[in-house]
């Protein structure tokens, strides 16, 4: 049986499994595309932390691959796309079809099962440029060079597909924080979820006999601490907070004040319907139709706030990256970015890092400050 739910990321009633229940807070990520410089160290961090056991060898819960080319498995997202059939927005209106109620004949939704060599490669395709005809050295599309770095963990969707796949009833989504998690008491290993996640973000373990995924560290979230991704990311791309639904976004929250109120930060292919709670802020030098395929119609405004000068913006993009524990709130005055948890001021950081010319010779201690490699 499946039940109406609203999905506000696509400004539309679908179908889902289950009716509509949402977390009382919900956990979810900004990722800012623009400055991730595809290290691994968030990669490393979660699979040393989580998945370094018998049978967990090939799965990375955190994965970052280049765009266009790059993906963990291979064409995760390109082979289901192709099966979900034309999307059409009306304006930010989503009327096409979601993968809910678009399964083959007694399937639940629309999925696909990667082979066992797809997962093999995790970043095929790495720092693969497209072509320019005129000046490049290849031969391809008719658009200016362009890749970007994608990270990608699992969403913690309002509306899970791993979720509504499983017969056994095995996924569940936390009620105090919106986690998705699979029991592994529960789970049988029928697979549904691999095939049921658009996102391919449950990975079955062949030595247990059981799927597993990402868990969103939550031992330290309970703690008010962030995800083992999120506080190593060397290029301080990532920041984790909770989200509220558009019509209780504050101003001062800074999950809000990115998705609803800035709009600065978009959903990784809204259109399969799942509610995603990581969210993108759109690389700014790629191709706007390839974009709006992958993160909907709001990217060319997000864009363009993005490359705006906007001081509270700027100022929280300081705060990505500055303390090991979740920012909960934060305001931008007098040229700092403060952020706070339980109201108490935990980091303070300049919007404008001080610019500082050191004398060439210091008179005091005698000696020439000058760069020797
Ligand atoms: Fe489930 Fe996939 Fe959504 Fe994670 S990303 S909650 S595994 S459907
Ligand atoms: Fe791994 Fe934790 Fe990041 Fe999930 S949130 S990908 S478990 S490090
Ligand atoms: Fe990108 Fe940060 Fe991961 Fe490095 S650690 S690959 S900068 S997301
Ligand atoms: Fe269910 Fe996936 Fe386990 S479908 S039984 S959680 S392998």
């Known amino acids: 049986?499946?039940?109406?739910?609203?999905?506000?990321?696509?400004?539309?009633?679908?179908?889902?499994?289950?009716?509509?229940?949402?977390?009382?807070?919900?956990?979810?990520?900004?990722?800012?595309?623009?400055?991730?410089?595809?290290?691994?160290?968030?990669?490393?961090?979660?699979?040393?932390?989580?998945?370094?056991?018998?049978?967990?060898?090939?799965?990375?819960?955190?994965?970052?691959?280049?765009?266009?080319?790059?993906?963990?498995?291979?064409?995760?997202?390109?082979?289901?796309?192709?099966?979900?059939?034309?999307?059409?927005?009306?304006?930010?209106?989503?009327?096409?079809?979601?993968?809910?109620?678009?399964?083959?004949?007694?399937?639940?939704?629309?999925?696909?099962?990667?082979?066992?060599?797809?997962?093999?490669?995790?970043?095929?395709?790495?720092d693969e440029v497209t072509a320019q005809i005129e000046d490049g050295a290849y031969f391809g599309l008719p658009h200016m060079s362009w890749m970007f770095y994608l990270a990608r963990i699992c969403n913690h969707c309002t509306y899970p597909g791993?979720?509504?796949?499983?017969?056994?009833?095995?996924?569940?989504?936390?009620?105090?924080?919106?986690?998705?998690?699979?029991?592994?008491?529960?789970?049988?290993?029928?697979?549904?979820?691999?095939?049921?996640?658009?996102?391919?973000?449950?990975?079955?373990?062949?030595?247990?006999?059981?799927?597993e995924k990402c868990i969103a560290c939550y031992p330290a979230l309970e703690k008010g601490i962030?995800?083992?991704?999120?506080?190593?990311?060397?290029?301080?791309?990532?920041?984790?907070?909770?989200?509220?639904?558009?019509?209780?976004?504050r101003e001062d929250a800074p999950l809000d004040y990115l998705v609803h109120i800035k709009k600065v930060a978009l959903p990784l292919y809204p259109q399969f319907g799942t509610e995603p709670n990581v969210y993108y802020i759109p690389p700014i030098h790629v191709d706007a139709k390839y974009l709006k395929q992958m993160f909907g119609p709001g990217v060319e405004d997000a864009i363009k706030t993005y490359r705006g000068n906007d001081e509270t913006l700027v100022g929280l993009i300081k705060l990505f990256g500055s303390t090991d524990r979740i920012i909960e709130t934060f305001k931008v005055e007098n040229g700092n970015a403060i952020g706070f948890s339980n109201g108490e001021e935990i980091v303070r950081v300049p919007v404008k890092e001080p610019v500082i010319i050191r004398e060439f010779h210091d008179e005091k201690l005698d000696v020439y400050r000058h760069s020797v490699t």
């Open 1 to 126: 049986m499946s039940h109406k739910v609203y999905n506000w990321q696509l400004k539309s009633d679908m179908i889902y499994k289950y009716e509509e229940s949402r977390p009382k807070k919900q956990i979810a990520w900004v990722f800012d595309t623009n400055k991730c410089i595809a290290c691994q160290t968030c990669t490393m961090a979660c699979k040393t932390t989580w998945t370094c056991g018998k049978g967990e060898e090939y799965m990375f819960w955190n994965n970052v691959e280049s765009r266009p080319y790059g993906f963990y498995p291979l064409g995760w997202d390109v082979k289901l796309l192709e099966k979900l059939g034309k999307q059409e927005w009306d304006g930010d209106k989503y009327v096409g079809r979601t993968i809910f109620g678009s399964g083959e004949e007694g399937e639940e939704l629309a999925g696909i099962t990667p082979e066992d060599r797809d997962w093999a490669h995790p970043n095929i395709g790495e």
């Open 162 to 211: 791993c979720l509504a796949a499983c017969p056994r009833k095995a996924i569940y989504k936390r009620k105090e924080d919106g986690i998705v998690l699979i029991d592994q008491e529960r789970c049988r290993g029928y697979r549904k979820c691999v095939k049921g996640c658009p996102y391919k973000k449950a990975m079955f373990n062949l030595m247990t006999g059981r799927s």
């Open 226 to 249: 962030k995800t083992r991704c999120v506080e190593n990311c060397i290029g301080k791309i990532r920041i984790v907070s909770w989200l509220s639904t558009p019509d209780k976004a």
